[in-house]
């Protein structure tokens, strides 16, 4: 009976073989020690690439664009939230030169942020060049011919048969080629590899890390996104100058829009009504019309959160809800000078809602003066009434709608030149309209009733009509494909480098002094695992049915290595042997 044992012997130096039969198990490059360049710019040259071609440096390197990624992570950045970063700067008096000499403001386009990320780049390619040529010449090439001595691997197994080497060596020819091992005949022995998908893995793992560097950069220049408020029954038409806000990429162009507009039809919104959920969405969903281009068919669309409307490169994403109570303002001799649903912005949870009604034209007091009016503006879907002490919204649904306003008349500034926010009112210029007591004049509206203004300024409704209005995100982004492509070959690729393990096995068949047929197996892995011994068990065992062995002439049971002190076990087919 055959015997597999493994041998933690030390090489010696008569063993010289040894070293190119475990050769070239993996295409790393190797690590030289740290010595000084050559004189001359050739010299440092080339010293300079081998240490950033190195696998330290790239590991450090990816550890650096990590690192800066966190800055961009906690303080604004300009090209995400402008108004932060004003903000920032008006409370860090002394910390906001600092950040914008370093690029802190916008960190992912600064000068350090990308000399990082294309060292990185340069790094991986001038990695995977040469060990992708050094993989193509292994695959080209043949496993390395058998070791003089095999009983110095670290796993191995002999016995002697009766059959003819010939018979034995085709025998193991054709075992270890069913095993889907690259296996070929190399004098007196077959020498056979296998898991070399451990290098492809590792191979993929470093070029799909290249493709999502690639997706990433061409991603970020060429990006547009832009967010949009629509009430229910107006539209919306993808050019620059119908966003809320917007902002892109240094390489982006107007022409780079998609061209495509939009009608919104209808928000449709519901909400738990009873347990512990109370209030929570249900369903946000809003339908709209849309076309591409300017002769494009009308085409009906339903977009719900997380679910996008998708048109050529573009994606709508519906981001935001909100209500827009309609208001009739008239002036003092019952004319309408605004009427139209005014969009007030969510605080809350329950929809609790602010904003402001402004009146830039046609309003004169009842002087016959030319003045702009402006309402500070306080909505709650569901009002908790009088008794609760609170304006606050109870629901986010439209059970008890009410609207509170306050009015004051003046001069909002709107020529000023400087752009203002609808949401808000400068009133530096703005009178207060006052009630009879002298406080400022305000009054909490249901739908329908009529707000009249001190000194018969006029009057402002709340009509019964409350439309709700819809925040959209419409962004265009190149390589988003190509980085999600990237990264799921990137988990698929190290996980092959991490769970495969490269091989290789070696049978020798020999006729002995004696005549009969000595058979000598091994295996060698890149690292030590219970493996190998395990898969040459298995193989020795089969192999072993197909020549059985002969009693030793000085022993009367099956031969043993000739180290004693070797672990012996028996040759016998493992379960689950890996077979990769």
Known sequence: MSKTTTDDTPQSADDQDLGAAGSQLSTAPTEEPPHLPALGVIGWAR?????????????????????????????????????????????????????????????????WFSAIYILLFVSLIGCIVPRTWQFVGQLRGRPPGAPRRLTRLPAHTTWRTGAEPEQVREAALALLKKRRFRAHLAGDAVAAEKGY?????????????????IAFAWGQLFKSEGNKLVVEGDGFSNTLTQYDDFKSGSLFTNDDLVPFSFDVKEFTGTYERTGPNKGTPRTYETELTYTEGADGEERTALVKVNKPLKIGDAKVYLVSHGY?????????????????????????????????????????????????????????????????????????????????????????????GIPQSVYQMDKTKMKEFKDSEGELFKKLLTPGETMTLPNGAGSVTFEKDVKEWAG??????????????????????????????????????????????????????????????????????????????????????????????????EAVPAEGAEQQ
Do not use: C
């Open 324 to 416: 827009a109570p309609v208001v009739t303002v008239r002036d003092g001799k019952g004319e309408i000078v605004f009427q139209d649903a005014v969009p007030l912005l969510p605080l809350d949870a329950n929809v609790t809602s602010s904003g402001v009604v402004k009146v830039l034209d046609g309003y004169r007091n009842p002087e016959g003066e030319k003045e702009q009016l402006g309402f500070n503006a306080f909505f709650v879907p569901t009002f908790g009434g009088s008794a609760s002490g609170t304006m606050l919204s109870q629901f986010p649904a439209l059970d008890y709608p009410v609207l509170a306003l306050s009015a004051y008349h003046g001069d909002l500034k709107a020529d000023s």
């Open 47 to 111: 010293w300079f690439w081998r240490q950033l071609t190195s696998m330290r440096v790239a590991l450090l390197l990816l550890l650096l664009l990590s690192l800066g990624a966190i800055p961009g992570s906690l303080i604004p950045q300009t090209g995400i939230d402008e108004t932060a970063v004003a903000d920032f700067r008006e409370r860090h008096d002394v910390l906001a030169p600092v950040y914008d000499k370093l690029g802190l403001f916008d960190v992912y386009s600064s000068v």
């Open 197 to 213: 998908l451990r290098e492809v893995g590792n191979l993929l793992f470093h070029i799909a890390l290249i493709v999502m560097l």
């Open 472 to 569: 959209f995100q419409v962004v265009q982004e190149r390589g988003g494909g190509w980085a999600l492509g990237g990264a799921v070959v990137a988990i698929a690729g190290l996980a092959a480098s991490l769970f495969i393990q490269r091989r290789r096995v070696w049978v020798r068949a020999v006729r002995g002094a004696d005549g009969v047929t000595v058979v000598e197996m091994a295996g060698l892995g890149r690292s030590e695992s219970a493996k190998v011994p395990e898969e040459l068990g298995d193989l020795a065992g089969i192999l072993y049915d197909q020549a059985p062995g002969v009693p030793d002439p000085d022993e009367a049971t099956a031969p043993r290595t000739s180290d004693s002190t070797d672990t012996d076990t």
